[in-house]
């Protein structure tokens, strides 16, 4: 099983729908998550993290973290053409370290 | 802010030879990570300093590759030999925070396309 997956996509949804993300994760002593988006030729940059049960949101991105089920997910509302990218999750282990999913594949079709 | 520099932006070698990758952290960030993402590993943490010493290098592949920061300013990232398993997209990392804290963000550098034939 690998530390931190991710459904590769690619995720298609029409401009203005919702996409919902999804990550699972091994390591029940986690406690950070992180959403990182990344532009193809790109490098990643943050858009989100949690560290608590529950919903936090900012703007159109909602992050959700579940840790009795050790799931991460990440809403983006009003999906534009420009939220188009690989959309990485990232969980920092009880031990500090991060770990990377392969990223999920997104695409707002215009 | 110039943002975490890295250099080159793109490096094609042979086979057997060095590669030196070099990365400049944003000023006062006393934490700097190197990663290496291709498509069939995705992004992959090789090593990270605080305070210019390494703290975890248990991502690094093998012997063939070393890091350094010799300053806070300044690290490198080298590869001897190369070989073709090796091509990749090098990122740098640095943040303020350490790992763990509440305040913890990552900024990364453009990063560096090695290609090894």
């Known amino acids: 099983q690998k530390e931190v997956e991710q459904n590769s996509g690619p995720l298609s949804v029409p401009e203005g729908a919702i996409a919902s993300l999804n990550c699972t994760y091994s390591?029940?002593?986690?406690?950070?998550f992180f959403w990182y988006r990344q532009y193809s030729g790109k490098s990643p940059e943050l858009i989100m993290f949690i560290y608590s049960n529950g919903d936090k949101e900012d703007g159109r991105f909602t992050a959700q973290l579940n840790k009795a089920s050790q799931y991460v997910s990440l809403l983006i509302r009003d999906s534009q053409p420009s939220d188009s990218a690989t959309y990485l999750c990232?969980?920092?282990?009880?031990?500090?370290?991060?770990?990377f999913g392969a990223g999920t594949r997104l695409f707002v079709k215009a | 802010d110039a943002g975490v520099i890295q250099s080159p932006r793109h490096e094609v070698t042979e086979m057997g030879q060095e590669v030196t990758l070099r990365c400049k952290p944003i000023?006062?960030?006393?934490?700097l990570f190197w990663y290496r993402q291709t498509m069939m590993r995705g992004l992959e943490l090789l090593i990270y300093?605080?305070?210019?010493?390494?703290?975890?290098d248990s991502g690094m592949p093998e012997d063939r590759f070393s890091a350094k920061m010799p300053n806070a300013s300044f690290s490198t990232l080298k590869i001897q030999p190369s070989e073709p398993r090796d091509s990749a997209v090098y990122f740098c990392?640095?943040?303020?925070?350490?790992?763990?804290?509440?305040?913890?963000?990552?900024?990364f550098g453009p990063g560096t396309r090695l290609t090894v034939t």
């Open positions: 000023s006062g960030h006393d934490y």
């Open positions: 990392a640095s943040s303020l925070d350490p790992p763990g804290s509440n305040l913890y963000e990552q900024y």
């Open positions: 990232a969980v920092q282990t009880g031990g500090f370290k991060t770990i």
């Open positions: 390591d029940r002593g986690s406690q950070s």
């Open positions: 300093f605080n305070n210019n010493v390494p703290i975890d």
